[in-house]
């Protein structure tokens, strides 16, 4: 499995901008896809955000499409998520993931390892 680290959460107004990192190690980056979930109080995880291991491929869930994109940087073994036009209803805990796959994946079960998380909190 490999380890991830997520960073770049905080608090920021409704219309702002966040970028979230993802950095990996203890696993060959390139292979794994890689991906962004979020889960907000009394509610389920959420597919954000997903990107294939060659970063052609990207799916968004529907609900940041136009608003978020997902990037991968495999020389620094880093994923990131990049975040605008924010809503307080994007409040959530944002977690990292990694899939031992090529194809980009859209749901928990196909993720094998995950990291911490970190808090993103939107005011209105």
Known sequence: QVHLVESGGGLVQAGGSLRLSC??????FSNFAMGWFRQAPGKEREFV???SWSGR??????????????????????????MSSLEPEDTAVYYCAAANRR???????????WG?????????
């Open 23 to 28: 950095a990996a190690s203890g696993g060959t």
């Open 57 to 82: 491929n990207i799916y968004l869930g529907d609900s940041v499409k136009g608003r978020f994109t997902i990037s991968r940087d495999d020389a620094k073994t880093t994923v990131y998520l990049q």
């Open 103 to 113: 194809s980009v994946a859209t749901t928990q079960a196909e993720y094998d390892s």
């Open 116 to 124: 911490q998380g970190t808090q993103v909190t939107v005011s209105s």
């Open 49 to 51: 955000a997903g990107i």
